[in-house]
């Protein structure tokens, strides 16, 4: 389970960064993304699908989260 940072660019976009791989990716969609809930099914604009368990109330971006594998 690796830390990722998740932080907003200019555009208004998230970003996936998981420094131990040096990987940075837009996120694409998030599966719960409302006022009082975010995470589950994240996927990236590469096509690559990671899980975090939902967070109540949602996280203020930068922040750094423990997220898996989606598809383990």
Known sequence: MPNVMIRKNDA???????????????????????AET????????DGSRWYIDPISPPPVFPTTLRFKRGDE
């Open 38 to 45: 975010w995470g589950g099914d994240v996927e990236l604009t």
């Open 12 to 34: 208004g976009d998230l970003l996936f960064y998981v420094a131990k791989k040096d990987m940075e990716e837009t996120i694409a969609s998030v599966e719960l993304d409302t």
